[in-house]
């Protein structure tokens, strides 16, 4: 759940409500996820070999009439999904002729799944072509450079529930979105609940009833994810995922995600209700729903759950999100963080204080951030929780 609306502070949007308006911020603007991906981006293709050993695991088919499924959960609308589809349709075709069975590769077919709210014209075009317009052979696809060599489609949903057939995805792949929850949980804004998160937007610091209850949704949200994974891939499938992380067995230190939304950002929010612009309950109202989980607690969701068999899961030092070309111009790192928190949170903030508002915000969290370029570059570093998993026996 979150909080929506300029005249009614204390109106709760619903879940399916949230469903539909969060996304990353779209479009090509400065405070676009697509120009402020590039940490991700960076993130990822550390973890490539990691993935590779996962795409290892999958059984190849010999079937060529049935079609290779790949879909990334949760793609976003930057260029980093495209060039993770094009790693994994290209190591599975390495696999199948290296193979010495005798296997052709067969056709590769690639879904990108997000919220309806994201925007997948932004994606769409930065798709290539199929090559030869989909008539080519499998060979003269993977030759060009400049082509795709797999069949694309959007498919918009909630990943928390199902969004495809029974055993037809080969490889699931996620990265950077787990830890957005389905909701805020509906105690953390009840101005009566003991976990009620006042005066904070996250959770990071807050008191330990509201990270526990943040807990308790990221874990109820994994649980749904995997259940709806598990009916959905073949057999001899598998599945990659990344999502923030924490090192701290506290709930309430969320490590790199606290330094991010805890501090500068948090910081502004208070700037704006001391200069009277919103009220405090408007300002309590408004919490990310954003969890980094232990690996501790990532690991009783997919042991309880059952259905996959737990092939690696592990901490990842990811690195810092700012990527500034002059890391002693503290303007650019000041800069760099207020678009960060804009491109993940912007579509949020905007609904719920308004764009003018909106940039009032940013424009304070670029200040704060500015006047501690230094701090950051040192400190603010991201860990994710980095699984893969594959079909236990008993769902085969």
């Known amino acids: 759940m979150a909080t929506i609306g300029d005249n009614k502070d204390n109106v709760v949007v619903p879940k399916m409500k949230l469903e539909r308006m969060l996304s990353m911020k779209g479009g090509k603007g400065e405070g676009s996820y697509a120009n402020n991906s590039q940490a ?34 949760g793609c976003s609308c930057g260029g980093n999904t495209v060039y993770i589809i094009d790693v994994i349709v290209k190591h599975m075709v390495e ?34 072509p199929m090559a030869n317009n989909g008539g080519g052979s499998m060979e003269e696809c993977l030759a060009s450079t ?64 509201t990270a526990n209850a943040y807990k308790k949704q990221f874990q109820s949200d ?17 599945m ?63 042991e309880a759950d059952g259905s996959f068999h737990i092939n690696k899961l592990q901490v990842f030092r990811g690195g810092s999100p700012l990527v500034v070309s002059h890391p002693e111009d503290a303007a650019e790192v000041g800069r760099a963080l207020a678009n960060s928190c804009r491109s993940v949170s912007g579509v949020l903030v905007d609904a719920h204080i308004g764009e003018q508002l909106s940039e009032e915000l940013f424009s304070r969290v670029a200040r704060r951030a500015t006047s501690h370029a230094k701090e950051l570059l040192e400190q603010l570093q991201f860990f994710h929780i980095v699984a893969s998993l594959s079909l236990s026996h008993a769902c085969r």
């Open 95 to 128: 696999r199948y002729e290296a193979s010495g069975g005798g296997e052709e590769a067969p056709e590769f077919s690639a879904f990108f799944s997000d919220l309806p709210s994201n925007d997948f014209n932004t994606l769409f075009q930065l798709l290539p």
């Open 40 to 73: 991700q981006a960076q993130h990822a293709r550390s973890m490539l070999h990691l993935l590779k050993e996962t795409l290892d695991l999958v059984q190849l088919t010999a079937t060529e009439d049935v079609p290779f499924v790949i879909a990334d959960l």
């Open 222 to 238: 994994l649980a749904g994810f995997l259940k709806a994974r598990s009916v959905e891939m073949k057999s001899g499938g598998s």
């Open 240 to 302: 990659f995922l990344v999502c923030l992380g924490r090192t701290s067995v506290d709930p309430t230190d969320q490590g790199g995600a606290g330094l991010l939304f805890g501090t500068h950002y948090q910081d502004a929010w208070d700037d704006l209700v001391q200069e009277g612009l919103i009220t405090s309950e408007k300002r309590d109202n408004f919490n990310i729903p954003v969890y980094a989980p232990s690996l501790q607690d990532f690991k009783e969701v997919v």
């Open 146 to 209: 400049t082509h795709r060599s797999y069949f694309a489609a959007g498919v918009p949903g909630s990943f928390y529930r199902r969004l495809f057939p029974k055993k037809s995805v080969d490889v699931f792949y996620s990265a950077f979105s787990l830890h957005w929850l389905s909701q805020v949980p509906e105690i953390v804004v009840e101005s009566r609940s003991t976990a009620y998160n006042k005066g904070r937007i996250f959770i990071h610091g807050a008191k330990e009833s």
